[in-house]
């Protein structure tokens, strides 16, 4: 659902733009809280023309035939009417909690190499959070409102990667505790 709303404001706030060119967008801007492929993105793409909130348009000055979508006037007004609703707290649907939830079914040492490993997953999310931090930087002076949100946005990023990273830590040292007593 949320990746609709994230073409239409792409689209809006950078004008029209061609499924590639909102790939681009989504990898140099919120991919940090939102991933999206190009298969997803012109599924969406095709649904958000049929809904008749984007026109699509050939590309004259292109050769191969690229497409640009606009947003319409009931894509601004679905993405208004988006922005304005209150936010959703998304159920928790983490696999890897689940596995660490039946535990008592494997070895304490795979389980420790398993949050380790995950471990390691956050260290490298914080380096990239740490990059776009530095890229919001460069683009503030430019772009001051958008930084604003965008330095948001980050925040939470980073915040949650603090909390997995300190629950990596504790559970490493718990297991440990536990091999040891056993």
Not at 71 to 89: H, M, N, P, S
Request: charged share 20%; proline share 5%; net charge negative.
């Amino acid at each position: 659902m949320s990746l609709k709303f994230g073409i239409l404001g792409i689209l809006a706030s950078a004008g029209p733009q061609s499924g590639y060119d909102i790939k681009t967008y989504f990898e140099e801007g919120p991919s940090y809280v939102w991933q999206a492929d190009l298969p997803q993105i012109y599924r969406t793409l095709d649904q958000l023309e049929q809904a008749k909130y984007v026109v699509v348009e050939a590309d004259p000055a292109n050769a191969r035939n690229r497409k640009v979508y606009t947003i319409t006037a009931a894509g601004q007004k679905a993405l208004q009417e988006w922005l304005q609703e209150d936010f959703e707290c998304p159920p928790i649907r983490e696999s890897n909690l689940l596995r660490v939830f039946f535990g008592t079914l494997t070895p304490p040492g795979v389980l420790k190499q398993q949050v380790a490993a995950q471990r390691n997953q956050f260290t490298e999310i914080l380096q990239q959070y740490h990059a776009v931090k530095n890229l919001i930087a460069q683009h503030a002076e430019q772009y001051p409102k958008d930084a604003f949100f965008w330095t948001l946005t980050l925040q939470a990023g980073l915040k949650l990667t603090q909390a997995w990273l300190e629950w990596c830590d504790e559970t490493i040292q718990q297991l440990d505790n536990l091999e040891t007593r056993e």
